[in-house]
């Protein structure tokens, strides 16, 4: 069974400029969430998607955004980028919303400029 | 909200050595994962232990809630076992998902 995928691996944005990094779960998995990690703050929630929905949202501005399609695939955006926005983003896939072992893709790189 | 603590911050190991990783946290879960992150950036999933005790090979786990911790083992450490391992855990009425520990960076020489 494939893992979770992440495109781009790595990715080089300029400031203001906007950001869309694209996660596919395991199969059958249908609960995908997103964390930031950086070496000054560590691994972060982002948002969690069940069944399209978002369920939960962590402590981040409005700048950043998602989405889940109905294969359980997600997308994340990030506009107007700041130098700060530069970190590991890691998208992590389980069978159900709770209680279930998360497991991660390879996450993307992104770097801004 | 919950705090994460995992000790030692850093951890220098020869081959062959054994070693136990630490993760307490300040309130009751209903969800703890160990994870190793390898040195290309790949999070792993290692264990869900939200109480009591699982072993897989060399690596095992044991989770008290009651008491707040949980404790990882590495027997018989090999250098692929270098990287960091994080310790996660989810709050019982689940107002955010899984929040990390700040992890023990393990470095195991031949």
């Known amino acids: 069974k494939a893992g979770v995928t992440q495109t781009p691996r790595y990715l080089i944005k300029t400031r203001g400029q906007q950001v869309t990094l694209s996660c596919s779960p395991i199969s059958g998995h249908r609960s995908v969430s997103w964390y930031q990690q950086t070496p000054g703050q560590g691994l972060q929630f982002l948002f969690e998607?069940?069944?399209?929905?978002?369920?939960n949202k962590g402590n981040f501005p409005g700048r950043f955004s998602g989405r889940q399609f109905s294969n359980s695939r997600s997308e994340m955006n990030v506009s107007t980028l700041e130098l700060g926005d530069s970190a590991l983003y890691l998208c992590?896939?389980?069978?159900?919303?709770?209680?279930?072992?998360?497991?991660f893709g390879n996450g993307t790189r992104l770097t801004v400029t | 909200g919950i705090q994460v603590e995992q000790s030692p911050p850093d951890l220098i190991l020869q081959e062959g050595a054994n070693s136990t990783l630490r993760c307490n946290f300040s309130d009751s879960v209903n969800n703890l994962q160990w994870f190793h992150q390898n040195p290309w950036g790949q999070l792993i999933n290692l264990f869900y232990i939200p109480s009591g005790t699982k072993q897989n090979g060399r690596l095992s786990a044991t989770t008290v809630a009651t008491e707040r911790y949980s404790l990882l083992y590495i027997s018989s450490s090999q250098t692929t076992d270098s990287g960091v391992y994080f310790c996660?855990?989810?709050?019982?009425?689940?107002?955010?998902?899984?929040?990390f520990g700040t992890g023990t960076r393990l470095q195991v020489f031949p």
């Open positions: 996660a855990v989810e709050r019982s009425y689940n107002t955010d998902k899984l929040i």
């Open positions: 992590a896939s389980s069978l159900q919303d709770d209680n279930s072992p998360l497991h």
């Open positions: 998607y069940f069944s399209e929905t978002q369920r």
